[in-house]
């Protein structure tokens, strides 16, 4: 079964700063895809990067990117020059290759706060 | 172009009676897929749709729950009796996936969510 742990419940950065959250995943499947959600005080759900477990490269989108570390089974995301916008839930989720497994599954989260 | 469609956006309701939150997908898409969020339990799976036919609802929590997808652009997920546990966030979310995916890739966008409460 496919497990997503994010070990931080809650993270403090200065404005500016450039800030880490954990990802670790277990999975047997060899094909999967590990995405980052963030969620906002508002409720939705904002999809920020997807990282494929083939692809070669790190995956990036503007102020953020993905440190994937295969071998370790870690996913974490880095956001560079944080912003007080930037405070919100943050969701690690992985998802398998076939249609049977078609489903995300969720880590617990990581509560950002971005201080002025 | 439109995102995922939910509504109600917010309900509160009456222990017992039936609630129907209702979903469109985004056109094009797929999958369908109900998503609940609570504090106690995060976001849970409760029943995802391929090309209209549920392939996994082991997440549905006893009888009361039920999900219906008529058609490529619609669904509703149905409690009945309701109670105050059922109290959460109810994510609708869709993707496209064509064949087999190699990676998962085909990324799953949520609606904004539907906010139930009941009294």
């Known amino acids: 079964a496919q497990k997503i742990t994010q070990t931080q419940p809650g993270m403090f950065v200065q404005e500016k700063e450039a800030v880490t959250l954990d990802c670790t995943y277990d999975?047997?499947?060899?094909?999967?895809?590990l995405f980052w959600y963030k969620q906002p005080s508002s409720g939705e759900m904002i999809f920020l990067i997807y990282?494929?477990?083939?692809?070669?490269q790190n995956a990036t989108e503007g102020r953020y990117s993905l440190n994937f570390q295969k071998a370790r089974k870690s996913a974490n995301l880095v956001i560079s020059a944080s912003q007080l916008g930037d405070s919100a839930m943050y969701f690690c989720a992985m998802r398998g290759p076939n249609q049977g497994a078609q489903k995300l599954v969720f880590g617990q989260g990581t509560r950002l706060t971005i201080n002025p | 172009d439109a995102g995922v469609i939910q509504s109600p956006r917010h309900e509160v309701t009456e222990m017992g009676q039936e609630v129907t939150l209702r979903c469109k997908p985004i056109s094009g898409h797929n999958s369908l897929f109900w998503y609940r969020q609570t504090m106690m339990r995060g976001l849970e799976l409760l029943i995802y749709f391929n090309n209209n036919v549920p392939i996994d609802d082991s997440g549905m929590p006893e009888d009361r729950f039920s999900a219906k997808m008529p058609n490529a652009s619609f669904s509703t997920l149905k409690i009945q009796p309701s109670e105050p546990r059922d109290s959460a966030v109810y994510f609708c979310?869709?993707?496209?996936?064509?064949?087999?995916?190699?990676?998962?890739?085909?990324?799953?966008?949520f609606g904004e969510g539907s906010w139930l409460t009941v009294v």
């Open positions: 979310a869709s993707s496209l996936v064509l064949g087999i995916l190699r990676t998962g890739s085909n990324t799953i966008y």
């Open positions: 999975t047997s499947d060899p094909s999967y895809g």
């Open positions: 990282q494929g477990s083939y692809d070669q």
